[in-house]
């Protein structure tokens, strides 16, 4: 039995279809009820959805063998973990965002709001850039706009929300997607179930 | 207890127990930061004005102390680490050999360290990594030094589509991409997993390392292991303080490794001292979350007594319930206790008989 936890939202739920696609189905995951885990014996899988920042530490901890993730959560979070595929979904970018005219003086420390204070810290350290990190946890677009922070660091799909506030992507840090990723320690004791599920996967990329 | 089979284990090899005192001179760690995990140390002020430390490692002081002769010895002591952000008091049991170490010697120590496991749980694996058959492949690649890091990551995480993508941005050929995709990929009991790495060698030093690694393979096939030992690239963690093989021991359900070992000539060279040495650590105090505990009372039973008891008459009767190998807590009525579980729980009365109480 492999344990697979899923992050919840959208990204979830796309990375279930193509868990059933592969042939991992579960149709019990689509009931509607108060259910926390989702088993389907003959296929030999167990699902379960957790919070998407919370699938790299079930899956660091073993209490899931694998799980999809973001490439955004493994960069801020590092957990130790394989990072077995790239599921090529869930494609964005983790990019700077600030007003669109912003003049960026060096002879100041930027301001820089952002729910990922790694990636912030480690982007502008590679540039030896000062900064101040101001660590946020949602609504990041609004910082600027109220003068808390000059630029944030948040991830971009389309835009549309930057530009509705009249902000815009300035620099792209790097390219975001899904992952498909594997506890260590589960990769040893459950080799063969676990290539099998990842060259299942592979095959439909 | 579980610490003294294996201390068992390691002296019918022949290997003495070292013991040392908890501190140890700072200087000794300032001088070898490089070969700590992490560099915090707790440290104060001898009375003489010297700078001591709270022993963070064992494999340093047993280095310190070897003469250039060949010694084999193991050790349970407690270190202190910082995890988590405080400093921690761990249970540390390890073994070291010291000397002009042959693949006997090698094949030994990693013997010992899957017994070791064995000890703990039949259900076990051990992995196996060579420092330097991935640094003589990564030397013949001429990487720079930014990338080399980049790619010993990826190989730590057997991120085949991080490797793809530095290849896609001209950091890597696609050939080179190719042979380290191949290298992270193998996962297979040692033998089988020798030949596939055989696949990959261009150079006479990683032939070499093949080589001893299949001497030693066929050694622990003597010591009857040789399915039980896995060879995985992965395993690339402290590439500066080993140089050679190195392994790392895992249990089912226990999500991190508990043993973990290798070959770290680089040490006694540091220190001015002509031998080679291996050895392994067992992490033992952070494994006990996950033994489930047998106990699950304090004692088997609560016996209270009231104020008018003949306490001589109490404790005779106690002790004959203890003789028949009964715990027993005796408490005088209405004093608070908490959280004390006991199997059973009476009030004593004259004349009570063992019988009515046993549990």
């Known amino acids: 039995m492999i344990n697979v936890a899923l992050p919840k939202g959208r990204l979830g739920e796309s990375a279930y279809e193509r868990m059933a696609a592969a042939g991992y189905d579960c149709p019990s995951i689509l009931e509607k009820n108060r259910k926390l885990t989702f088993e389907n014996p003959e296929k030999g899988v167990r699902y379960f959805w957790v919070k998407p920042s919370d699938v790299s530490i079930y899956v660091e901890r073993g209490a899931a063998d694998v799980g999809i993730a973001g490439k955004d959560i493994l960069l801020e979070y590092r957990p130790d973990v394989y990072e077995l595929l790239d599921l090529k979904m869930g494609k964005c970018r983790m990019c700077v965002a600030g007003p669109e005219d912003f003049y960026d003086d060096p002879n100041r420390q930027l301001r820089v709001a952002t729910k990922f204070p790694h990636i912030a810290t480690e982007y502008y350290d590679s540039r030896s850039r000062d900064i101040d990190i101001i660590k946020l946890n949602g609504s990041i677009e609004l910082a600027p706009i109220l003068g808390l922070s000059d630029v944030i660091v948040d991830i971009v799909e389309t835009g549309k929300t930057l530009l509705e506030n009249h902000l815009a992507p300035l620099e792209t840090i790097v390219d975001i997607s899904a992952r498909f990723i594997c506890n260590k320690v589960s990769y040893k004791f459950k080799h063969e179930e676990i290539i099998r599920l990842r060259d299942a996967l592979e095959r439909d990329l | ?359």
Not at chain 2, 323 to 345: F, L, S, T
């Open chain 2, 1 to 359: 207890m579980l610490e003294e089979r294996l201390n068992e284990l390691y002296e019918q090899y022949g290997y003495r127990k070292f013991r040392m005192s908890k501190f140890e001179d700072y200087d000794l760690y300032a001088q070898n930061k490089d070969f700590l995990k992490s560099g915090h140390i707790i440290t104060f002020t001898d009375v003489d004005g010297a700078l001591k430390a709270l022993k963070p490692d064992i494999t340093l002081s047993i280095m310190k102390n070897n003469n250039g002769s060949s010694e084999k010895v193991y050790y349970n002591e407690n270190v202190y680490r910082e995890m988590g952000g405080t400093f921690k008091e761990i249970l540390q049991v390890g073994v070291e050999s010291v000397g002009q170490l042959d693949p006997y010697a090698e094949a030994e120590v990693i013997a010992l360290a899957a017994k070791s496991l064995e000890l703990l749980s039949p259900d076990y694996v051990l992995d196996l990594s060579d420092v330097s058959f991935v640094n003589c492949l990564l030397d013949g690649m001429a990487l720079s030094g930014e990338v080399r890091e980049q790619v010993l990551e990826f190989i730590a995480q057997k991120n085949a589509p991080g490797i793809q993508a530095l290849a896609g941005q001209g950091k890597l050929t696609q050939e080179h991409a190719q042979t380290i995709a191949q290298l992270m990929a193998i996962y297979a009991p040692l033998r089988e997993g020798i030949d596939q790495a055989g696949q990959l060698s261009r150079d006479n030093a990683s032939w070499d390392a093949l080589r001893q690694l299949s001497l030693v393979a066929s050694i622990l096939e003597g010591f009857g292991l040789g399915d039980r030992v896995h060879l995985d690239f992965s395993l690339v963690n402290s590439m500066d303080y080993y140089n050679g093989v190195i392994f790392q021991g895992f249990l089912q359900n226990i999500p991190f490794p508990v043993l973990s070992g290798g070959r770290y000539d680089n040490l006694p060279h540091k220190m001015g001292k002509q031998v080679g040495a291996i050895g392994f650590a067992l992490y033992m105090g952070r494994l006990e979350p996950y033994f489930s505990s047998e106990k699950q009372y304090d004692a088997d039973l609560m016996l209270t007594y009231g104020p008018d008891a003949d306490l001589a008459e109490l404790a005779a009767f106690v002790e004959t319930l203890r003789a028949k190998g009964m715990g027993v807590r005796c408490q005088r009525q209405g004093d608070p206790v908490e959280g004390v579980r006991c199997r059973k729980a009476a009030r004593y009365t004259r004349g009570m008989k063992p019988e009515e109480v046993l549990v």
